[in-house]
């Protein structure tokens, strides 16, 4: 069974903030690959992990929520919402399970998702005070107008970023945004083992980048979902914004999926997700 632990880098701003610090991580497992038999949208159950109890498949006890942050939401609803953003996301039979509580993390690193198989457990830092937890994670309103990038793959263009800065005077100025944080380890849970290459201008605003800034918030984008259906071997995606939904040319006429427009993608590739496991 392989196993990697990926330590991310975030980026700075201002002067404590400046330099590479750790933000997420995630340690993944994958014994074999993702076995879809049926085009559905994916189903996730998040279960929280309790103050005391102990983390399934990576030990060590949940702790309680920070002492103190901004906003006034859980994390319980951040990721009831979190999972539902990748259920809309990937089109697949495949039934995920998520625990997820407060826990103990180094310094640097804001979340942790360990995965095995269909199962994960994200722990995000309790240590951490600069939280905006917000109260309607469904809701935008303490972040200005959505922003969109867009990138080219296989000659086709996909939106490839979707997210938004805080207001100056809301309550998630100056603040990591625990949803963003959610939507990323989500998205390692569901098989997103990799990260999207920062370094590149039309990617470096995807929700799999291994960096985040305080007062940023990113939402799911076509790259985020393609790229995590292509490595885990999902059966399709969904698309977001401005994008024409079309089967990459890679892809085989697979059955399309009864959800929303998405693309169709190769079964084939679920070999590869047993075997391209990025060390990130
Ligand atoms: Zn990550």
């Known amino acids: 069974?392989?196993?990697?632990?990926?330590?991310?880098?975030?980026?700075?701003?201002?002067?404590?903030?400046?330099?590479?610090?750790?933000?997420?991580a995630f340690i993944a497992s994958l014994g074999l690959a993702f076995v879809a038999t049926e085009a559905s949208a994916l189903s996730i159950s998040v279960a929280e992990v309790r103050?005391?109890?102990?983390?399934?498949?990576v030990g060590g006890k949940a702790l309680n929520a920070p002492k103190s942050y901004s906003g006034?939401?859980?994390?319980?609803?951040?990721?009831?919402?979190?999972?539902?953003?990748w259920e809309d996301a990937i089109a697949d039979g495949v039934r995920v399970t998520i625990h997820y509580g407060w826990g103990t993390l180094g310094s640097n690193v804001l979340g942790r998702a360990t995965v095995v198989q269909h199962e994960a457990t994200i722990v995000f830092n309790n240590n951490y005070k600069n939280w905006f937890v917000d109260s309607t994670p469904e809701v935008n309103n303490e972040y200005g107008?959505?922003?969109?990038?867009?990138?080219?793959?296989?000659?086709?263009?996909?939106?490839?970023?979707?997210?938004?800065?805080?207001?100056?005077?809301?309550?998630?100025?100056?603040h990591y945004d625990l949803l963003t944080v959610a939507r990323h380890e989500v998205g390692h849970g569901v098989g997103a083992l990799f990260h999207v290459d920062d370094t590149i201008k039309s990617l470096d605003q995807a929700l799999l980048v291994p960096s985040l800034m305080p007062g940023l918030r990113r939402d799911l984008s076509t790259y985020d979902a393609y790229k995590t259906a292509e490595f885990a071997g999902y059966m399709g995606y969904s698309t977001y914004g401005n994008v024409v939904a079309t089967p990459l040319p890679a892809a085989l006429p697979l059955a399309i999926s009864a959800i929303g427009a998405l693309g169709a993608l190769s079964a084939m590739s679920r070999k590869r997700a047993a075997n391209n496991i990025d060390a990130c």
């Not at 103050?51 to 498949?57: A, T, V, Y």
């Not at 006034?72 to 953003?85: D, E, F, P, Q, Y």
């Open 1 to 24: 069974m392989l196993q990697t632990t990926c330590g991310l880098s975030m980026q700075g701003r201002g002067k404590k903030a400046r330099g590479r610090k750790c933000f997420f």
């Open 51 to 57: 103050s005391g109890n102990e983390f399934p498949l």
């Open 145 to 174: 107008a959505m922003k969109k990038k867009t990138t080219i793959v296989h000659d086709i263009s996909m939106n490839s970023a979707r997210y938004f800065r805080a207001t100056q005077s809301g309550d998630a100025k100056g």
């Open 72 to 85: 006034s939401g859980t994390l319980a609803a951040i990721m009831n919402s979190a999972g539902r953003s």
